[in-house]
């Protein structure tokens, strides 16, 4: 993969592809995904080709198919293909001869852009390009343009192009076929339904041909099919001349929150008022709204020859995290594949909370809000999982789709390789520390922009909830006169059916602490719930219990025990299964069964929680934890890397911090050519911004205080970045000194009030407009 690039305004800001592999289809098509959080389209290219995985995806419009499958997010009907036929020639890149070819993703502004040289089986050579985007100034649009260039003689041109509503989703055909047609001789339209959910969605297309600056009226030859509609636009072009073919289309659902009076007459008007301009205009309003979240939120980077692509990977990962976030709807959330791929179809895990959800609180607030207001309208099938498991409270369910879908994980997964049958996916039932997940970033979320209105009106249910159902859910074992948290799963999904895994019961204890203190110390917490919940009663309950939580303690060598069984597991060799560059190779050997008695741990465990929970940890007990547990982690999953990175560099090992933020970033945009068929790794994507803030940059919420404590790997010279604390942007630029490499640290307070900034273990005043050299 190539990531440098002859454009020099542009460096460290596009990913490119300069040769056309037909076994890399689905890589590309992933990586190069566009999207505005309504919407998601990978790149799959206009013409067709075998191994290719086509995706559309609406945020929230999820459908279950039946009783045996889970609820998904559909495959929205294509309007992605064109089809250009030459001289009777079908173009693709599997016939004839590729001359030239390159596709760019441009970050800065949004658009994919290809251009190919490309010589027919019958020796005829075209130059033809491609450019499409997804619009980020409205969120129905796309808009596709691609330019034909006959270079050796006249040709007579066929454009096949249309609304494909043949698409499923691993075969699931998730539609009820409804209405098609043609618009005043222009719009094509396909209105579907889905089969269980009941979402209208309509599709609309609209075509424009230019030929030397000419808008040609081309008459298409119109086929209707099932779930299909297609024109078939006919007419010639000279030698040397260029033949522009744009295509404008929209979606509408009937669950959009813009949804304005009858869905039809509504998605009608937009698409024709859309079709009055071609696709220069369109896009370039759509470019502008990039510049102008670019302007806000560019993190720079400079050093030696790895930091391009380090600046690089950061701005791959803003351009994601602002691709696949629901922003405007605050009945969805982020999927685990955002609206890249069908992996996890869809589904919202602690992902979110956990990794994603930083970089929002710190940089779009109101974004961050959204996610979480998600969590507060879930709160009513987060209870009704509780009673229907016996407890009180908000149970939260592993895996979730629309908000009164409640637990959605499947059942099934893959194949056990020694019994030949499918493996039970226990996380649904057991994997319970995501309640305590969405509590911890309820509380974040507070702390760091301090808005109380949102505690209020969502954020103090959502914890007095949450503490409810695990003061109901701990187990009292008279021998030990303690509380523990029996029977689950804990991060560590290698695990199964362990007793009191170390996170799960440090995150519940921290839940009903929490409720406690506030309780005693905020007013409108005790008042405004006591309309709502038995909160006196509540209290005593939460108080009763607290200091009888067992919390697992460091063993006589300083070790955490990630549950009561595993530092009695037995340890094998992973010099086989650990960076090979493909993850749970461990399966090809063993089942879970035998996983569950190794000491064997597939992604940050104890170390999340010397992460999340760090004033409880000295930073000697989290090197031996970290030194004990980083050898038995495989890292099997993407969400592991990076909160490793996060405390390689909080031991101040910044060169092993910089090696795992290095592979976190290559989990998408690295060589690996099949680790993204299903989509890209949302959660890592979120971890690369907290590789770089929360690791390097050394930013942190320390019960409410912010404390900052940068410091460059090797590889960097200068890092700068913003935050906005409480409502303050602080600015924090880091940078080496050439003669000795100390570093140079200048905080920057554009905001309104002081902030008190905490380093080095001492508070320094930064005063509204003010800066301080560290
Ligand atoms: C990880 C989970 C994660 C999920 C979705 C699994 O492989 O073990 O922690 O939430 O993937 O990304």
């Known amino acids: 993969m190539k990531y440098s690039n002859q454009d020099k305004n542009h460096h460290s800001w596009m990913v490119v592809e300069n040769q056309f592999h037909a076994n890399h289809l689905k890589k590309y098509e992933a990586i190069m995904t566009l999207g505005n959080g309504y919407m998601g389209i990978r790149s799959s290219h206009e013409e067709h080709y075998l191994d290719e995985m086509r995706n559309t995806f609406i945020s929230g419009t999820f459908n279950r198919f039946s009783e045996e499958e889970v609820t998904e997010l559909p495959n929205m009907p294509d309007l992605t293909q064109i089809k250009l036929i030459l001289d009777d020639e079908v173009f693709s890149l599997t016939t004839g001869r590729v001359?030239?070819?390159?596709?760019?993703?441009?970050?800065?502004?949004?658009?994919?852009?290809?251009?190919?040289?490309?010589?027919?089986?019958?020796?005829?050579?075209?130059?033809?390009?491609?450019?499409?985007?997804?619009?980020?100034?409205?969120?129905?649009?796309?808009?596709?343009?691609?330019?034909?260039?006959p270079l050796s003689e006249e040709?007579?041109?066929?454009?096949?192009?249309?609304?494909?509503?043949?698409?499923?989703?691993?075969a699931v055909q998730h539609f009820i076929e409804g209405n098609k047609r043609f618009y005043y001789g222009k719009i094509q339209e396909m209105q579907q339904k889905t089969t269980e959910s009941d979402i209208e969605i309509y599709a609309h297309t609209v075509h424009r041909f230019v030929l030397n600056e000419e808008i040609m009226n081309l008459k298409p030859f119109m086929t209707m099919d099932r779930r299909k509609i297609a024109g078939e636009y006919a007419c010639s072009i000279p030698q040397g001349q260029t033949l522009t073919i744009e295509k404008l289309s929209m979606y509408h659902t009937s669950r959009d929150c813009d949804l304005k009076g009858d869905l039809h007459d509504w998605a009608l008007s937009e698409i024709e008022a859309v079709g009055q301009w071609g696709y220069d205009l369109w896009f370039e309003k759509s470019a502008k709204a990039m510049k102008t979240f670019w302007d806000e939120k560019d993190i720079l980077i400079e050093g030696k020859e790895g930091a391009t692509f380090d600046q690089l990977a950061i701005r791959f990962a803003q351009f994601h995290l602002k691709g696949m976030t629901p922003a405007h709807d605050n009945r969805m959330n982020i999927g685990a594949k955002g609206l890249s791929g069908e992996g996890y179809k869809g589904h919202t895990f602690w992902d979110t909370e956990i990794f994603?959800?930083?970089?929002?609180?710190?940089?779009?607030?109101?974004?961050?809000?959204?996610?979480?207001?998600?969590?507060?309208?879930?709160?009513?099938?987060?209870?009704?999982?509780?009673r229907d498991n016996g407890y009180k409270g908000a149970m939260y369910p592993w895996e979730s789709a629309w908000i009164e879908d409640g637990e959605v994980t499947p059942v099934w997964g893959a194949a056990d390789i020694v019994t030949g049958e499918?493996?039970?996916?226990?996380s649904g039932f057991i994997e319970q520390?995501?309640?305590?997940?969405?509590?911890?970033?309820?509380?974040?979320?507070?702390?760091?922009?301090?808005?109380?209105?949102?505690?209020?009106?969502?954020?103090?249910?959502?914890?007095?909830?949450?503490?409810?159902?695990?003061?109901?859910?701990?187990?009292?074992?008279?021998?030990?006169?303690?509380?523990?948290?029996?029977d689950v799963v804990g991060p560590d999904e290698y695990k199964e059916h362990v007793n009191n895994n170390a996170f799960t019961n440090y995150m519940a204890h921290w839940n009903i602490e929490l409720v406690i203190h506030l309780y005693e110390n905020e007013p409108a917490f005790r008042e405004l719930l006591s309309d709502k919940m038995t909160i006196e009663a509540d209290y005593h309950f939460w108080q009763k219990r607290l200091d009888l939580i067992y919390r697992p303690q460091p063993n006589a060598d300083q070790i955490i025990p990630q549950d009561d069984t595993y530092l009695q597991k037995k340890n094998i060799d992973l010099g086989p299964y650990k960076n090979k560059g493909k993850v749970g190779l461990l399966f090809k050997d063993y089942n879970l069964e035998q996983v569950n008695q190794m000491q064997v741990t597939k992604q940050a465990d104890v170390m999340i929680l010397m992460y999340l929970l760090e004033h409880l940890f000295t930073p000697e007990l989290k090197q031996v934890n970290f030194d004990y547990y980083e050898p038995r982690t495989l890292h099997d999953s993407s969400l592991s890397l990076s909160t490793h990175c996060v405390l390689a560099c909080d031991l101040k090992k910044y060169n092993l911090g910089y090696s795992l933020f290095e592979k976190a970033a290559r989990i998408d945009l690295g060589d690996n050519m099949s680790s993204s068929d299903q989509g890209l790794h949302a959660a890592s994507i979120g971890g690369m911004w907290q590789c770089i803030v929360n690791g390097f940059g050394g930013v942190r919420n320390i019960n409410g205080m912010l404390r900052i404590e940068p410091s460059l790997p090797e590889q960097?010279?200068?890092?700068?970045?913003?935050?906005?604390?409480?409502?303050?942007?602080?600015?924090?630029?880091i940078e080496k000194e050439t003669l000795d490499f100390s570093q140079k640290v200048t905080l920057s307070n554009k905001g309104k009030n002081q902030v008190i900034v905490m380093t080095k273990d001492h508070p320094i005043p930064l005063e509204s407009n003010g800066q301080v050299v560290l």
């Open 433 to 486: 520390h995501i309640t305590a997940d969405v509590a911890y970033a309820v509380w974040q979320y507070y702390q760091v922009t301090g808005d109380h209105p949102f505690m209020e009106d969502f954020g103090f249910e959502i914890l007095a909830e949450t503490a409810n159902f695990w003061c109901s859910r701990l187990e009292w074992n008279s021998n030990l006169n303690r509380y523990e948290i029996n």
């Open 155 to 170: 040709v007579a041109i066929n454009i096949v192009s249309g609304i494909d509503g043949q698409v499923t989703n691993s």
């Open 356 to 386: 994603i959800l930083p970089y929002f609180i710190y940089s779009e607030p109101q974004v961050a809000r959204q996610l979480l207001i998600y969590r507060y309208h879930s709160l009513n099938s987060a209870r009704q999982k509780a």
């Open 422 to 426: 499918r493996t039970k996916i226990w």
């Open 716 to 733: 960097w010279q200068r890092l700068k970045f913003e935050i906005l604390w409480q409502g303050n942007p602080i600015i924090i630029e």
């Open 99 to 149: 001359i030239d070819y390159r596709r760019e993703l441009h970050l800065w502004n949004g658009e994919v852009y290809r251009v190919i040289k490309w010589q027919s089986p019958l020796g005829k050579t075209y130059k033809i390009e491609f450019k499409r985007f997804v619009s980020h100034n409205n969120l129905h649009l796309l808009g596709q343009q691609v330019k034909v260039t």
